[in-house]
């Protein structure tokens, strides 16, 4: 598998194409040019691309990448020292498949690497989904259609959410927004002052489809809605699409 790395340090590039010799085809470009240069003859597997270089950085790097069909679909890693998350999710925004901090850890790189090109190595990872009504019937079926892809929590007591939180990591919440004791409403704030929560998705699931309600959601920091009745193919779409790169954004929890 060819790799070309892009870093305008040159220690780096050699470093890495020696730690990397005995499993992959490690191509250095030690600039944007040189990388473009490089896919005029070549079409690279992935491309591991440093963010802070001088006169064209990795952001306009992967920005005129992506305008480019002939580049577009190419896996770009960051390897980068910057681990602000507003610097990554800046990356991955722009098209980036992931990131990797450095000073790196070889087995660390190495299995991103192959995560994107041997898909079928991947180890089984299911996104955590928690689904809060205080109607069991809608939280059975909210069981049956994700379960396949999801790893299901039910709550029917939403008072109860902290204690859930404490076992859990939700990668998505699924909220009703009336329930008796505490709403949808009140459980937005309870869920975001939580430290690995300020920006996991919160989908409202309501009766009440009008403009105040949504626009009363959203601005407690939901992303999303659903009206009930709840349509399975609609609730089945909106939660994946929200969970598209669910491992990436685990990942940032922690930064």
């Given at each position: 598998?060819?790799?070309i ?8 590039l ?18 944007a ?7 005029e003859?070549?079409?690279p597997?992935?491309?591991?691309l440093?963010?802070?270089m ?7 790097t ?21 681990a ?12 980036a498949v ?31 989904v ?7 019937s ?17 709550l029917n ?8 939180l404490k ?9 009703d ?31 009440e ?19 009930k ?6 609730l089945?779409?909106?939660v994946?699409?929200?969970l ?8 940032l929890?922690?930064?």
């Amino acid at each position: 598998m060819k790799i070309i790395y892009v870093d305008d340090v040159v220690y780096h590039l050699k470093t890495t194409k020696e730690r990397l010799k005995n499993y992959f085809d490690i191509i250095p470009a030690q600039s944007a040019d040189e990388l473009f240069e490089k896919l005029e003859t070549m079409t690279p597997d992935l491309i591991l691309l440093d963010i802070n270089m001088p006169e064209v950085d990795g952001y306009e790097t992967i920005k005129r990448m992506m305008e480019n069909e002939r580049y577009a679909k190419i896996p770009v890693i960051f390897l980068t020292a910057k681990a602000e998350r507003k610097a990554i999710l800046k990356g991955l925004e722009l098209g980036a498949v992931d990131f990797v901090i450095k000073p790196y850890e070889d087995n660390a790189l190495i299995e991103r690497i192959t995560y994107y090109l041997y898909p079928e190595t991947r180890p089984e990872s299911k996104p955590i989904v928690l689904a809060v009504d205080d109607s069991p019937s809608i939280l059975k079926a909210i069981n049956f259609l994700l379960n396949k892809d999801c790893v299901i929590y039910t709550l029917n007591e939403p008072d109860k959410i902290k204690s859930v939180l404490k076992i859990a990591s939700p990668d998505l919440f699924l909220l009703d927004c009336k329930m008796p004791v505490m709403s949808g409403f009140e459980l937005i704030p309870t869920i975001r002052d939580h430290k690995d929560h300020k920006e996991t998705p919160i989908i409202f699931l309501t009766s009440e489809a009008n403009f105040d309600t949504i626009a009363v959601a959203r601005s407690l920091g939901a992303c999303d809605f659903i009206v009930k009745p709840i349509d399975d193919e609609i609730l089945y779409n909106k939660v994946m699409a929200h969970l598209d790169g669910f491992e990436i954004k685990r990942r940032l929890r922690g930064l």
